[in-house]
Each structure stands twice: as structure tokens, then as C-alpha cells.
């Protein structure tokens, strides 16, 4: 017994050892393990800043030139979102502006504009927005659609005012305000808003792709007649995941901790509860890993993989398209990837402060994944992989 013991634990320690020098003399893993998760989250924040625009360049086009049309200019650069830079004698000199990046929206108001809201009737304004940044048009949109209601509102109490005095005196004010509070994105910024769920989609890519390209480097490694893989399945697999774990420690503290301390995304969460949460993620990921080795047969394939999982795994997380949305199919291929109850559970600990017994759902789909993914991992490993390895030893000697 204590044999066969010391036998498994040889095969671990060894397997630990060899995947290591697998990993560093291997520039394409390297890449995975180091660029992908230190850089890429760098890079995406810095695209997404700044999260919310201010004091965006206006010019105004006036057709009505009355008191009206002058609150609601005066109404506009008082938001925080828009500065109105000056008026333009007609559309075409306002166009010419935008063209020039002397401002980047306009605001049309046409003639009859008080009149038609004196007559209670409606007095559409135009806004044309620059599209280059789609930033400046969401603050563009929020700004005129609160003055829009406030100027709406203090029209309605005028009306009922004229209409019966008495009436006006209790509508005097608003008697149900609403106030807005986005949880966990309080500036309502897009890199809050979208990145804590990128940061998952790149561990989990980081991680499938590196151990895929893993298993590609060993079978050219074996065909080229530099051994094949011998001893336990298992402890061969719990040894590169060691390997793995141990070069991953530090890019996972940087993706999920430093990086949205360095950007200031939501942090309301437990930083120990959350590498808690994400560990079965990662275990998961290696097992799925460990299955697209069985189909890798040379480095460069994993590639092919990143091309074609890397836009699905964003939609199906429902980072961009609700989950609820989907059809039923898309939702199961969504329930069948540790990312996609990563990307829910880190969010709702990460921005909005859960405890992990708060995401026990997340928490256990993801153990029950990394489980399932280890066991088809090991029968791939075992009854596909290793023999086409013997076979690629034994030609490579002949």
C-alpha cells in the first residue's frame, strides 16, 4: 500500500515538474499564462475610460428665438452632460462645426416651438449627435429626456394653474419623486458596467486556451520522439493543474482584485470569498481544458478555438443580451460554461456585495461543472489522448 501511495505521489511531483518546463520553454503558453490576463484587462479599461462624458460641445440652432426656446437652452447647459458652446445662424453652419470637432452635437429648435406649447400641443427639438463616441450620445439622450419631462412638468402644473387656481396650489411641486440608483454602477459608467464580467470571460479563456495548447506542445513533443506520457492518468492531470494554479496565483489576484482597484470599478465584495468563488471556476476551466487537448494536435489549433469561442462566451454570460432572452438551447450551451456562472457570480459579489451563500447557486453549478468536466477530461485522457501518444511514440522511434 505505502508502494503504491509513494508510486502516485512520484508521478505527481513528477508531472508537476515536467508541465513546468513544458509551460516555460513554450512562448505561446507563456502568452496565455502572462500577456492575456496581466495585459488584455489593461487594455480594455483603458478603451472603456472615460466611463461618462462631460461638458460635451453643443451648438444651437434657434428658429424661434422666444423665452421658451431660451429656457430650454439654458435648461440643457445647465446638465452636467452638455456645454453649449454658441449659436449657429442655420443648420449648415452648425454641420460645419461638427465636421470641424468644434462641437459634437446640435440642437435644432424649430419655429412655432413656444407656440405649439402654448397651444398644449406637442413642439418636438431636434438633437443630432457625432457618433464616433456612442458615450456622448447616451449623455446627450439622458440630458434632453430629463429636461424634456422637467419642462413637461412645470408646463402642466402652468395649465392647471390657469385652468383652477385652487388646483395649482396642491400640484405645486412633485408629489412622487423618483429617484434613480444603479446598483453596483453608481456612476452609471460602461467599463463599470461591462468589464468585472470581461475580467472572468479572460481567466476563462486564459486558462482553456493555455492548457489546450499544452496538450498540442506534447503531442509534437512526442511525435518528434522526445518521450511519451507514462504512469497514473490522474496524477498526471492533478500535477499540471498544480502547475497551472501555481503560475496562475499571481494574474488572478492582478485580473480580479488589482485591476478594478486600479480603475475604480464596484468593490463591495470579499476578496477571500470571491478567489473562493472563482476557484472551481478555475478547476472547471482546466477540465475543459484537459478535453480540448484530446482534439489539439498541434499548437497553432488553439487558435482556431479562440476565434470561435471568444465572441460566443460573451454573449451567452448575458453581459450583453439578458440570459432570460435566450432560447432554450442557447441557454443550456450558457448553463454548460463555468464562465457563464462566473460572470454572474462575480458580479453580484464583486459590484454588488454578496456573500458567497448568496451565489450557493453559482457556487454549486460551478463545482458541479468542474467535476464534470474533470471525469470527461480523464476518460479522454486515458482512452483517447494517451494511446495516440503511445502510438505517436512508438512511430516516432521506428
Excluded at 440630458?143 to 402642466?156: D, I, K, S
Excluded at 489549433?301 to 448575458?318: E, R
Excluded at 463545482?367 to 494511446?387: D, E, I, K, S, T
Amino acid at each position: 500500500m505505502w508502494k503504491y501511495i509513494k508510486s502516485r505521489f512520484g508521478d505527481l511531483v513528477r508531472s508537476y515538474f515536467d508541465e513546468f518546463r513544458l509551460v516555460f520553454h513554450d512562448g505561446g503558453i507563456i502568452l496565455f499564462f502572462c500577456f492575456l490576463p496581466l495585459a488584455y484587462p489593461i487594455i480594455y479599461s483603458l478603451i472603456y475610460n472615460p466611463e461618462v462624458v462631460r461638458d460635451v460641445k453643443m451648438v444651437v440652432v434657434d428658429h424661434d428665438r422666444t423665452s421658451k426656446s431660451r429656457e430650454l437652452v439654458r435648461s440643457l447647459d445647465a446638465c452636467q452632460e452638455i456645454r453649449i458652446t454658441g449659436y449657429a445662424a442655420d443648420l449648415d453652419e452648425a454641420k460645419r462645426a461638427m465636421h470641424g470637432h468644434d462641437c459634437y452635437g446640435i440642437l435644432e429648435i424649430p419655429d412655432g416651438f413656444s407656440k405649439r406649447l402654448g397651444r398644449g400641443e406637442q413642439s418636438p427639438a431636434v438633437i443630432y449627435s457625432d457618433m464616433s463616441l456612442l458615450l456622448r450620445y447616451r449623455g446627450f439622450l439622458v440630458a434632453a429626456t430629463n429636461v424634456a419631462q422637467e419642462m413637461g412638468a412645470g408646463l402642466l402644473e402652468e395649465k392647471i394653474g390657469h385652468t383652477l387656481p385652487i388646483a395649482a396650489t396642491i400640484s405645486t411641486g412633485d408629489p412622487l419623486p423618483v429617484e434613480n440608483i444603479s446598483m453596483g454602477n453608481i456612476e452609471n459608467g460602461f467599463d463599470s458596467f461591462i468589464m468585472p464580467g470581461v475580467l472572468v470571460l479572460i481567466l476563462h479563456q486564459c486558462i482553456v486556451l493555455a492548457s489546450g495548447m499544452a496538450g498540442g506542445a506534447r503531442r509534437e513533443r512526442t511525435r518528434r520522439g522526445c518521450g511519451e506520457e507514462t504512469g497514473s492518468v490522474a496524477m498526471s492531470m492533478a500535477g499540471e493543474m498544480l502547475c497551472y494554479m501555481t503560475i496562475l496565483l499571481v494574474p488572478v489576484m492582478f485580473l480580479l482584485h488589482y485591476v478594478p482597484l486600479i480603475f475604480s470599478f464596484p468593490m463591495a465584495g470579499s476578496a477571500f470569498e470571491i478567489f473562493l468563488f472563482i476557484l472551481p471556476m478555475v478547476i472547471a476551466c482546466m477540465g475543459l481544458g484537459f478535453c480540448f487537448q484530446s482534439i489539439v494536435w498541434e499548437r497553432e489549433a488553439v487558435f482556431v478555438l479562440w476565434v470561435v469561442t471568444s465572441v460566443a462566451l460573451l454573449f451567452l454570460s448575458g453581459l450583453t443580451w439578458p440570459r432570460y432572452a435566450m432560447s432554450p438551447l442557447w441557454s443550456f450551451i450558457g448553463d454548460m460554461l463555468s464562465a457563464t456562472w462566473g460572470v454572474e457570480g462575480f458580479i453580484k459579489m464583486n459590484a454588488n456585495g454578496s456573500s458567497l451563500a448568496q451565489v450557493r447557486a453559482e457556487y454549486v453549478n460551478l463545482w458541479l461543472l468542474a467535476a464534470f468536466y474533470l471525469v470527461a477530461g480523464y476518460c479522454l485522457r486515458r482512452w483517447v489522448m494517451r494511446p495516440s501518444l503511445q502510438r505517436a511514440g512508438r512511430s516516432a522511434v521506428g
